[in-house]
């Protein structure tokens, strides 16, 4: 098939020009960004919201009477308010800032499961999980002698229901499942699974890192028990990340780490704990990430995940077909239900050489195992190139990483 | 030359047709039973898995080599350039040669004068052909993974050697 019949007209993304990064010549070329899975970019108007704060409104929050720290302390509690509406939280109690998704799993692994179990209980995760969906839980099955269990995948990345319902039994004590594999794209149906282990009274944590990005979130309505996210990907600053909870679950664990700001009152005998979310919140946070985190947010909601979620579905229908073209490609990661993730093979080309070969054209992907191991070993490989795409990718973004892969054919022949 | 050109010349030099011709068809491939020697180099950044093995000699001399692994086109390569150059080598001049190499491949953007010279056996002279990566200070680590293991091995360090 050529490129002129794949291609009846361009997509092109309208909000391209909102991210400055992507102006730029890497190599020699303009810069193609198809590396969104691990980390997107930022918008103007998230560099803009942390550079007006470090300017104009730093101080520490939560302590100062003073103007700044008054300022400052606005600005990061308006940002948890934003958060609380963008994946609607009954209250901004159950929206505790963490450093990203994977402090949000410790911090539940830690909390909620590590005074609770022991020898006979078991946690369920998938052979889908990211690391940060993994070790956390091995650590707490390892220092409490709980068990890990892992519910299987099909061929194609895709969750075996039956053999999942089979593994929720009553001596499951919390079931942690990604929304979306950073891995395959493939987006389980993260909805029936909850309802399901909700009948069996087990919690569920949902690692949504790469949920977040790409469509709505409503945690009343997918009626998980956690939810777990990263700033980062979701076009806001590093170093930032949630845990939706469950206020009931907040209230009954006790807190991640002591410190500053999640205390009431400390004497050498005691010490009370401060209320919901802070408690979970010891030390000075990332301020200004949180509040870039905010404006990220603003930002989202300005487009409208929904219009988000379809502009990226057309430009992924496209950029798998456009990969089906190349003679030598081998998709891994084919789900019914997918998100604008793609990992594939180019003949026997290592992914590492591809990532290389692509970079120089100024392609700009991801290779190897993607924090992913299991996930590779399932498919007998060690690790793959995988292009992800957010909706400020266009029909020329993927035209050119199918004529750099073409280029990496002809040098590999 | 343009930027674009430029970037194509670095492109090609470092899948010269002998990198990709001992990626393909790597030497010397395979377990050595009788080995004396052996080590693994493991790159934890892409997953790259190489065992090295030796046969040595009582008088010091590198008898028999084999590698087995995977990993991408450089660090095959590499460590099948490596089984071939050290053939016959005694065991100090081989570890010599693990001092040049690296050194070699660490050294970016110097001319072919001052660069640190390897001596030109014929074997050893197609050692050159990995130089292309310093232009890619990411892949350099692939390039000295079997060398790296090479050191490990001679000096009998049980531990699996990293490029860390
Ligand atoms: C599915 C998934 N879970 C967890 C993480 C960890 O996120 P972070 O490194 O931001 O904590 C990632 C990031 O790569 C991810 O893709």
Redesign the interface.
Known sequence: MSQAQLKPSSISAEWRKDFPILSQSV???PLVYLDSAASGQQPAAVIDAVAHYHREDHANVHRGVHTLSQRATDAFEGARDKIRDFINAASRTEVVMTSGTTESINLVAQSFCRPRIGPGDKVLITHLEHHANIVPWQLVCEQTGAELVVAPMDDQGQLELEKLWALLTDDVFILAIGHVSNALGTVNPIKGIIAEARERDIPVLVDGAQGVPHMAIDVQDLDCDFYAFSGHKMFGPTGTGVLYAREAHLESMPPYQGGGDMILEVSFESTVYNELPYKFEAGTPNIGGVIGLGAAVDYLQSIGMQRIADYERDLHDYMVAALESVDGIRLIGTAASKASVQSFLLDD?????LG??LD??GVAIR???HCA?PV?SRFGI??TARASIAFYNNSDDVDRLIAALLKARQ??T | M???A???A???D??RELI?DHARNPRHFGRLDNATHKAEGINP?????LKMYFNIDNHGRIEGTSFEG?????SMASASLLTDAVLGMSVDDADALFDTVSARLTQSGIDEGSAVDIDVDVPLAKLKALDGVRE?P??VK?ATLAWHALHSALSHQPTPATTE
């Open positions: 190599n020699g070329h080309i290592h992914s590492h050489d290389t070969i120089h054209q290779t190897g195992h191991m590779m060690s690790g040098l590999f | 343009t930027k674009q430029a970037n194509n670095e492109l090609y470092l899948y990709l950044l892409c997953g790259d898995k995977s990993g991408c086109a450089i890619f990411s892949r692939c």
